[in-house]
């Protein structure tokens, strides 16, 4: 099982700021877990809808489109950050 | 060293800055930075959002990176988070150094990476109640980059 924690306008569009979920064999990037994310409800799919905007930590370490995802623990979505 | 902090409180910016160079004689510049909130457009309050597991590790991977860049050069980061209001210090760097341009280079290092590798969202909120996450700025990400391009030691 791994735990998505979502943050900012991607928590309030999702509606919930975590989930714990099994991922799909077909989750093997970090790309392909958005795709698969986007399907499961319509938040999710505006949320995820413009990927420029997001930004991906796996198991706490940024991450990129093509991240491998080989049994994460917990993987954040999120905006580009604004902190400082 | 470069310890970073990360805290709902307020911060004392002086004593922060005190407590740096404190019963040290080699150090010849101190830079002391506070990011303050500014009420743009009457705007009531900022929120900052963050991501509780990663925050501490980033800034202290920040900081570490700064200090492997600038290893004469010491200081401290304080990062707040919770609902700040205008006028309030959301942010602390500061740095001590032999060398003025160190002490300069490292603070704006530290400045430009907390803004663009810490995870950190901004939520601003209006006297009508309505509330608007911000933007990341592209500005931030090159001033970031810039420091990926220089050799370690070379201040910009």
């Known amino acids: 099982m791994t735990t998505l924690l979502y943050f900012a306008w991607v928590r309030e569009m999702i509606g919930k700021d975590s989930e714990t979920l099994a991922l799909p064999a077909e989750a093997a990037t970090v790309a392909a877990l958005l795709d698969w994310l986007a399907t499961r409800s319509p938040g999710h799919a505006a949320a995820l809808a413009d990927r420029s905007r997001i930004r991906v930590a796996v198991d706490q370490q940024f991450a990129s489109a093509e991240t491998p995802l080989t049994a994460p623990r917990e993987i954040a979505i999120f905006p580009p950050v604004t902190g400082g | ?156």
Do not use: C
Request: charged fraction near 20%.
């Open chain 2, 1 to 156: 060293m470069i310890a970073a902090r990360l805290q709902q409180e307020p911060f004392d910016a002086a004593a922060e800055q005190a407590a740096l160079t404190s019963g040290r004689t080699d150090l010849g510049a101190a830079v002391a930075f506070t990011g303050l909130v500014r009420a743009d457009d009457g705007l009531v309050a900022l929120t900052l959002e963050h991501y509780p597991a990663m925050t501490l590790a980033q800034l202290q991977a920040i900081a570490a990176n700064a200090a492997t860049r600038w290893p004469d050069t010491i200081g401290t980061i304080i990062h707040r988070h919770g609902r700040l209001l205008p006028g309030d210090a959301i942010v602390l760097v500061t740095t001590a150094s032999p060398h003025r341009a160190h002490a300069f280079a490292a603070a704006s290092f530290l400045m430009d990476w907390l803004k663009t590798k810490a995870p950190f969202w901004k939520r601003e909120e209006w006297a009508d109640g309505t509330t608007r996450w911000v933007d990341a700025k592209g500005s931030d990400d090159n001033a970031a980059e810039r420091w990926l391009a220089k050799s370690p030691s070379t201040p910009p």
